[in-house]
């Protein structure tokens, strides 16, 4: 058991809605990053928080947003659903600072838009 | 840019069979290698890593050597189990500012009885 837990498992949600993804870290851990992995294909990383600030963002737009609390747990928005968004979206801590360690990922949760 | 290419799958073997599962990276640094694997409706656990180059990573009897020279990390496991069924993702991390993984596509592993 990894200890990163996250919420909900799975949703649904309307073309055009907003959702927030909520992740939790493992316990010690100071960073989330969050990651998209659509049906059949490699989870893509849209973007990292450390010490609340986003610390690096991938291939997204803006509407995919996303903020860390000072207890490391973090939410994934995005606003303007589009069907495309239809993806399991995974959450990650790590400890970042001196010797970087591995990341340790949640179940995810299954988000479908219609 | 920094990009992970393994084998497609799907890969269906009958159990007690050898299997590799071929990767290939390409980086503008150092990168550490991984191998992830995801159960059926679970997220992604670390199988094992290597972090420089003539390292090799081991874990529940499989394998991967992290060869700089062919920029190469293949999965290999000497006997296949049905319980080592599962989508296997190849990765590489570049600890910059932000130390973001980069997934391979995935390789689904059937094994059968």
């Known amino acids: 058991e990894t200890g990163v837990t996250q919420s909900p498992t799975h949703l649904i949600k309307t073309r055009g809605q907003q959702v927030t993804l909520r992740c939790s870290s493992q316990?010690?851990?100071?960073?989330v990053s969050w990651y998209q992995q659509a049906l059949g294909q490699g989870p893509q990383f849209i973007f990292q928080?450390?010490?609340?600030?986003?610390?690096g963002r991938g291939n997204f737009p803006p509407r995919f947003s996303g903020l860390q609390f000072p207890n490391y747990s973090s939410e994934l928005n995005v606003n303007a659903l589009e069907l495309d968004d239809s993806a399991l979206y995974l959450c990650?801590?790590?400890?970042?600072?001196?010797?970087?360690?591995?990341?340790?990922f949640g179940q995810g949760t299954r988000l479908t838009v219609v | 840019g920094d990009s992970v290419t393994q084998m497609e799958g799907p890969v269906t073997l009958s159990e007690e069979a050898c299997l590799t599962i071929?990767?290939?990276?390409?980086?503008?640094?150092?990168?550490?290698l991984f191998w992830y694997v995801q159960y059926p409706g679970e997220g992604l656990q670390l199988l094992l890593k290597?972090?420089?180059?003539?390292d090799k990573g081991s874990n529940k009897g499989f394998e991967a050597t992290y060869r700089k020279e062919t920029t190469s990390f293949h999965l290999e496991k000497g006997s296949v189990q049905v319980s080592d069924s599962a989508v296997y993702f190849c990765?590489?991390?570049?600890?910059?500012?932000?130390?973001?993984?980069?997934f391979g596509s995935g390789t689904r592993l059937s094994i059968r009885p």
């Open positions: 990650a801590s790590s400890v970042q600072g001196v010797g970087t360690t591995e990341a340790f």
């Open positions: 316990s010690g851990h100071n960073t």
């Open positions: 928080y450390y010490r609340e600030e986003e610390n």
């Open positions: 071929n990767c290939t990276y390409t980086a503008t640094g150092y990168p550490s």
């Open positions: 290597a972090t420089k180059a003539d």
């Open positions: 990765a590489l991390i570049l600890y910059s500012s932000a130390s973001k993984i980069i």
